[in-house]
């Protein structure tokens, strides 16, 4: 610490709940910034104690290390059956996973879609880079028609693959889940090619904490934070961020799906 | 209520046996010939008759409910959840995260005729699933064979005991037979232990926390846990063969059968006895860790002739012929496509062995 | 480049945490006072991380901790408002 830091009072800064670890992500990858999301929120709420944290399989699988909470660990796509498990026979836990979309969306899209359909006091947290990252980048349920991967190198063709799955709308077209949100997390390109906003981080917190209020009054919450993964879309870092605006913004429209306790506003 | 004689089927009295051991969680997905698991724990549930049993869930597949149990077991609760072959494949996933994870917890098979979906009848065809572990990687299996409607109402408590003792998935392998058949019963007063579960992941406080993982993705930490876990599996081994014996100590041929076999070769043996031939009985009560040492005894003590009787190809007769070493003369009499062999075809089977 | 030296103490102060860096540029790109920049050399990772100063293109560190928020390594360990 230099002698300037010491003449400033932090307003921000370390969290109890961030181990310290540095994270295997890569650089700019919208997972770290969802895991400080996480972090304050839980310290926010003062529910560390309580908290039992499931990790999924991809990209988010060593998410424990970076959070420091208790951890239970579920196979590939089976987070939110786990985080069942954990709530039905512990109701006064805090439970959460973040997922990707390969997990969510593909293999554990029966465990997710059944969770949600019964309104598991849960906290699902998706995100979305629109490709298998920690594979190394083949087609996601969310790939969008065009983009090529490892398995679809001439693109993706709907007419084989389908087009890419809304997992927001998915979930909101279930009567039980009580918040239902889509944040477009990475930052946001502006008219100057320098100049990026930060609201999708803002938002995020927000959503975040939104999130797990609403499974402390028993409902099943899921936010969908659209995300980058520069190195498997084989794009600069913020070349991914302006994609990311230009296609997946469009494709995965952020926004307030369901909020039945109306946790927003108040 | 527990002089109470009891008039019930194997699945029901299972399902009383887990609530009476003090059952936190069930999790469910029907198949026959297990469902009645389920319904009777349902009922019971709903009656909120047994204060402990906090959770009966109907999950949405077999693996959304071994992963439920996965979860409630990670929190230190007692919880199971039964299925039939088919549904046994879909939990060797789950059985091998929980293994690898040290989770304590109670899966039932109520093996039925296969492979595929096979019908409904018994069969001892997932003796290899269960006890070389069906899921992926290495790790120990401990698996218990219940043979009449008594056990399996008092194998769940011996069940999670050993889960919580060894902090390992225990699987209790029952049979079409078993599950389905009637016997009179009286419960046994057993106590709902309580076991130490300082292991589990219910919040961290202060710098301790829990992180229940099978993820080691440094070479040489997966090197040490997989050493733990073979640790685990010798220390089983050495500790928890069991085995019940009719006759053994004179038989000049013995019957190694376990479940719904035992109780063909039990009569067997004393129908052999009644034509002077001199038959025993070895019933392996855990087939994981399988009675080996008790089959070497025997082999020293004299007894040369082994039977197995088993509802599948040949699978336990693999474990008595690595026990014997060459030793014995080790025969199998197999049956499948969910018939039974009758104890005359085991007397016959024995008498041409004999001479 | 080190950096700039402060003429009179600016109100807002961000620690960052070089070796956790990776370069990633975003925390530069949200800062609307242009308070940040990648340095040229190199961390112990390989990066070229980012550093702060107090008297960026636009004015002064406004503490709106955008940087904090957005950055995905924790390597904006701190941002401080001056001590009265």
């Known amino acids: 610490m230099t002698a300037a830091a010491e003449l400033y009072e932090p307003k921000l800064g370390a969290l109890p709940t961030l181990t310290g670890t540095p994270t295997h992500y890569c650089a700019g990858c919208e997972h770290g910034t969802l895991t400080r999301l996480i972090a304050k929120a839980i310290d926010e709420l003062g529910v560390r104690e309580r908290t039992v944290m499931v990790s999924s399989v991809g990209c988010s699988v060593l998410a424990h290390e970076y959070l420091n909470v208790d951890a239970v660990q579920a196979p590939h796509g089976r987070a939110p059956a786990v985080m069942a498990g954990i709530k039905r026979v512990r109701p006064d836990l805090l439970t959460f996973a973040v997922q990707g979309d390969g997990d969510a969306v593909s293999i554990g899209l029966l465990e997710l879609l059944n969770a949600a359909n019964r309104g598991e006091p849960i906290t699902v947290f998706l995100v979305n880079n629109a490709i298998y990252g920690m594979t190394g980048g083949q087609m996601a349920p969310t790939t969008p028609s065009g983009m090529v991967t490892t398995t679809t190198p001439a693109g993706r063709d709907p007419v084989t693959t389908g087009p890419p799955i809304d997992a927001t709308r998915l979930v909101a077209a279930f009567e039980s889940p009580a918040y239902v949100k889509r944040v477009f997390l990475p930052i946001l390109p502006t008219p100057s090619p320098r100049v990026f906003n930060a609201r999708g981080a803002l938002e995020g917190a927000k959503a975040v904490r939104h999130a797990f209020e609403v499974q402390q009054r028993g409902g099943f919450a899921f936010v969908e934070f659209v995300s980058t993964c520069s190195v498997n879309w084989k794009l600069g870092i913020l070349e991914a961020k302006r994609y990311a605006a230009e296609v997946l913004r469009p494709l995965f429209p952020p926004g307030l799906y369901r909020d039945r306790f109306a946790v927003e506003g108040r | 209520m527990s002089d109470v004689r009891e008039f019930l089927k194997g699945n029901e009295a299972l399902a009383y046996g887990a609530l009476r051991t003090g059952l936190n969680a069930y999790f469910a997905y029907p198949i026959t010939p297990s469902s009645e698991i389920p319904e009777t724990l349902a009922t019971e549930f709903a009656r909120s008759t047994f204060p402990d049993f906090r959770t009966f869930l109907q999950a949405a597949s077999e693996l959304e409910a071994i992963n439920m149990v996965i979860g409630a077991a990670a929190t230190g609760a007692k919880a199971m959840t039964a299925t039939s072959g088919p549904g046994f494949s879909l939990k060797q996933e789950g059985l091998s995260y929980a293994a690898g994870m040290e989770l304590p917890l109670l899966v039932v098979d109520v093996n039925r005729a296969g492979p595929g979906l096979g019908n409904l009848g018994p069969e001892q065809t997932d003796y290899f699933q269960a006890t070389r572990g069906g899921g992926h990687g290495g790790y120990p299996t401990l698996v218990l064979a219940p043979s009449s409607v008594p056990e399996m109402a008092s194998f769940p408590a011996l069940g999670f005991d050993l889960a919580f003792a060894y902090r390992t998935p225990v699987i209790l392998l029952a049979d079409a037979f078993l599950g389905q058949l009637k016997e009179d019963l009286v419960f046994p007063d057993v106590p709902s232990p309580s076991y130490d579960v300082a292991w589990a992941a219910t919040g961290a406080r202060g710098e301790a926390r829990h992180v229940l993982s099978s993820l080691h993705l440094e070479l040489a930490d997966q090197s040490r846990h997989s050493r733990h876990l073979l640790d685990k599996r010798t220390r089983i081994a050495q500790r928890e063969q069991r085995a019940e014996e009719v006759g053994t100590e004179d038989a000049e041929i013995v019957f190694v059968a376990y479940g719904i076999c035992a109780r063909l070769a039990r009569r067997a043996v004393r129908i052999l006895r009644s034509r002077s031939i001199r038959a025993g009985l070895l019933r392996p009560i855990t087939l994981a860790p399988f009675p080996e040492r008790r089959v070497r005894q025997l082999i020293e003590q004299g007894r040369r002739k082994f039977l197995v009787v088993e509802l599948n190809a040949g699978q336990m007769v693999d474990d008595v012929r690595l026990a014997a070493g060459g030793a014995a003369n080790v025969e199998l009499l197999g049956e499948m496509g969910g018939l039974l062999p009758s104890s005359l075809d085991l007397v016959r089977a024995a008498e041409a062995m004999a001479r | ?84």
């Not at chain 3, 100063?53 to 904006?76: N, Q």
């Open chain 3, 1 to 84: 480049m080190p950096p700039d030296p402060p003429t009179a103490p600016a109100r807002f102060h961000v620690v960052v945490d070089a070796e956790r860096c990776k370069g990633c540029d975003m925390c530069v790109v949200v800062c609307p006072q242009r308070n940040l920049r990648l340095v040229g050399e190199f961390n112990r990772a390989g990066y070229h991380p980012v550093e702060f100063r107090f008297h960026g293109e636009r004015g002064d560190c406004t503490g709106c901790g955008l940087c904090y928020w957005v950055c995905p390594d924790f390597a904006i360990a701190e941002v401080g408002a001056l001590r009265p």
